[in-house]
């Protein structure tokens, strides 16, 4: 009897879990759904700046959902300004772009007032629980000096996630304040991350957290606990979207970042990193998965039923590894000093800012070169009996680059052409020119014809051939296949 009582009770257990998670399942998936109806339509691209958020912030000011307060200035004198909703006990501080160049949850952030203002959408009962239940303390892009530049550092060249013990930034002052005064039950530091791999597999981690370490002893608390939850049941959303590909940070205490220090100090903290997903290079798709990992989030909180989450499970998430690169060219012969090897190339796509970081253009180097075979890359090409060498320069000089447009770059390339020069008084950096739509890597004025044989380092820019017949051409790390030819899918270089 006893027995079976126990098993009934177990059983019981077990339907309310199941019943819980397709709750938060459903939710989960109609938060996906409506983002498309409440996404900020006035934030388009990554490198937007304060000017951009400072109307979007004005016209909620007077709407009695939100209370508006400027919490300080940074370095350079921007006021930077704190949004208030909701009127419940637990305390939520979440704040985004500490660092300058980390926007995708600025983006979400007014996403989810945009949400917040709506009615009628089935979220009503949403909205009434989590607004009763939580008080929500938004700062969005808490180093608008750095977004100026679409830097990590702030102004001072100061990361201000260092700078929580020390605080010579106002930022990490203004921060640290809002801490002591609020004392936030739960704090929410969103991010943007390189690109990482999920653990050890060929999948970029999309999004990644981190449950921040309090000691270097990486000691459990109900505080640190109550994070790991929060994460483990924003996981098992995400999987559901993108399967695989959700990482964790190593929770290595680091004792000068906030988050460490804000979990020190008695508030749960949990670190969101938005990170790559192919063919999302605004991360307009990461942007949504924000939205809706984060309201999923505040809802487990409004209720409690974040405690329902299994803290061990956390340590299921795989952690960001190395292991992935843009590009991978495996097995190419490659000659040199008169002999032949195999070799593997690992190359990324950088972003390099201009028009004062309003832009970007694609930069590329061979980043590793050898033995790969751990590694991935999100595109590869076999180049098993292909043979690896730089291409020819062009002997024709040329004015401009929009000469250089007009050319049929697919002949150059299929006769092994894929560095064409500019005439020596040609002033590209003058008139701010960096890159070009052309398949071709241009050569400025009096630039060295790169030589030998394409190695680490070196920008990715060469040609893979077939029995002597050009059958790949990588200018700038793009891929263009001679015999199935779009010249139109990569950014060729000025360099
Ligand atoms: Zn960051």
Same mark, same amino acid.
């Given at each position: 009897m ?9 059983f019981?257990? &077990? ?13 989960a998936?109609r938060?996906f ?7 900020e ?12 958020i400072?109307?979007l912030?004005?016209?909620?000011q007077g ?10 200035e940074s370095?350079?004198g ?22 300058g ?18 009615k ?9 629980k989590l607004?009763?239940?939580? &008080?929500?303390?938004?700062v969005p ?21 260092r ?9 990490a ?27 050890r ?5 999309t999004?990644s *957290?981190l449950?921040?370490?309090?000691? !270097? ?14 994460i483990?049941?924003m996981n098992?959303?995400?999987?559901? !979207? ?12 680091e ?6 220090n ?15 997903y ?6 307009? *798709? ?10 999923s989030?505040l809802?487990?909180i409004?209720?409690n ?5 299994k ?7 795989p952690?960001n590894g ?5 590009l991978?060219?495996?097995?190419? &012969? ?10 593997d ?6 972003e ?13 180097k ?8 751990p ?16 291409g020819?320069v062009?002997?024709?000089t040329?004015?401009?680059?929009s ?11 299929r ?9 020596t008084?040609?002033? &590209?950096?003058?008139?701010?020119? !960096?890159f070009t739509?052309?398949p071709?890597?241009?050569l ?14 070196n ?12 059958k790949?051409?990588v ?15 990569g ?5």
């Amino acid at each position: 009897m006893r027995i079976f009582v126990s098993k009934l009770f177990f059983f019981c257990i &077990t339907l309310t879990t199941v019943s819980s998670i397709a709750q938060s399942d459903e939710l989960a998936k109609r938060l996906f759904e409506v983002h498309k109806t409440y996404r900020e339509g006035s934030l388009t691209q990554r490198r937007f700046k304060q000017k951009d958020i400072l109307p979007l912030i004005a016209r909620r000011q007077g709407n009695p959902l939100y209370k508006i307060e400027s919490v300080g200035e940074s370095f350079e004198g921007r006021t930077i300004q704190m949004i208030k909703v909701g009127n419940g006990k637990k305390k939520v501080l979440l704040w985004t772009q500490m660092h300058g160049d980390e926007p995708t949850a600025t983006m979400a952030s007014f996403d989810i007032f945009n949400f917040l203002e709506g009615k009628n959408d089935g979220f009503d009962d949403y909205r009434k629980k989590l607004l009763e239940n939580t &008080t929500l303390y938004f700062v969005p892009m808490l180093n608008p000096d750095g977004a100026e530049r679409y830097q990590r550092r702030t102004m001072q060249g100061i990361d201000m996630n260092r700078d929580a013990a020390s605080r010579q930034t106002p930022e990490a002052v203004i921060l640290k304040g809002l801490v002591d005064r609020l004392k936030p039950d739960f704090g929410f530091n969103l991010h943007d991350q390189m690109r990482y791999s999920a653990g050890r597999s060929p999948k970029v981690a999309t999004i990644s *957290f981190l449950a921040t370490s309090y000691d !270097y002893e990486l000691s459990i608390n109900p505080v640190r606990e109550r994070s790991m939850q929060l994460i483990v049941g924003m996981n098992k959303i995400l999987q559901k !979207y993108i399967p695989g590909q959700v990482a964790r940070y190593a929770d290595d205490h680091e004792p000068r970042g906030f988050g460490d220090n804000v979990q020190k100090w008695g508030t749960t903290l949990v670190l969101i990193e938005s990170g790559v997903y192919v063919g999302d290079p605004e991360k307009q *798709f990461i942007r949504q998965l924000n939205f809706m990992a984060i309201l999923s989030a505040l809802d487990k909180i409004s209720d409690n039923s974040l405690t329902k989450e299994k803290r061990d499970e956390y340590y299921d998430i795989p952690e960001n590894g190395r292991w992935v690169y843009d590009l991978v060219v495996r097995n190419a &012969t490659v000659r040199q000093s008169g002999k032949s090897f195999l070799a593997d190339l690992g190359i990324n796509r950088t972003e390099v800012n201009y028009a004062n970081a309003t832009k970007f253009f694609y930069y590329s180097k061979i980043e590793d070169f050898g033995d790969l075979h751990p590694q991935y890359g999100s595109e590869e090409i076999d180049a098993t009996g292909l043979t690896i060498e730089k291409g020819k320069v062009y002997p024709t000089t040329y004015k401009n680059v929009s000469e250089v447009s007009k050319l049929n770059a697919l002949n150059l390339l299929r006769e092994g052409y894929t560095y064409v020069r500019l005439a020596t008084d040609s002033n &590209t950096r003058a008139l701010g020119l !960096y890159f070009t739509t052309s398949p071709l890597h241009i050569l400025r004025g009096g630039q060295a014809a790169p030589s030998g044989t394409p190695g680490l380092g070196n920008t990715a820019t060469f040609i893979l051939k077939k029995a002597g017949k050009v059958k790949y051409a990588v200018i700038n790390g793009f891929v263009y296949d001679l015999d199935n030819f779009n010249g139109g899918k990569g950014q060729g270089i000025i360099e």
